[in-house]
């Protein structure tokens, strides 16, 4: 399974970015897909998740700002980011994987064998 992200890139405080992942290769394997983050000098954190029941799980932080949307048809994966803050400045990384694992465990990045090379996002004040 190959993930790219696309549509990463500034923008000021309050403003809104949408990012893309496509998935392609052996995608039946998927069982999960989620949107994960990076800020410098900090751990790789789960944004929001997906399971292929259509579950969906999103981190306290994002919940009323970002939405998760997806084109089965075209194996894509669609994170709609609004009201965006500095803090929401990260490297955000596209991710799948192929385990039944409990649903508690969607957003923890550890459970994810599929990765996405990332999209910056920067968030200015």
């Known amino acids: 399974v190959q993930l790219m992200e696309s549509g990463g890139g500034s923008v000021q405080s309050g403003g809104s970015l949408r990012l893309s992942c496509a998935a392609s290769?052996?995608?039946?394997?998927?069982?999960?897909m989620g949107w994960f983050r990076q800020a410098p000098g900090k751990e790789r954190e789960g944004v929001v998740a997906?399971?292929?029941?259509?579950?969906?799980r999103y981190a306290d932080s994002v919940k009323g700002r970002f939405t998760l949307s997806q084109d089965k048809a075209r194996n894509t994966l669609y994170l709609q980011m609004s009201s965006l803050k500095p803090e929401d400045t990260a490297m955000y990384y596209c991710a799948a994987r192929s385990g039944y694992y409990p649903i508690t465990t969607m957003l923890n990045q550890y459970y994810y064998n599929y990765w996405g090379q990332g999209t910056q996002v920067t968030v200015s004040s």
């Open positions: 997906i399971g292929i029941g259509g579950s969906t």
């Open positions: 290769g052996y995608t039946y394997r998927i069982i999960c």
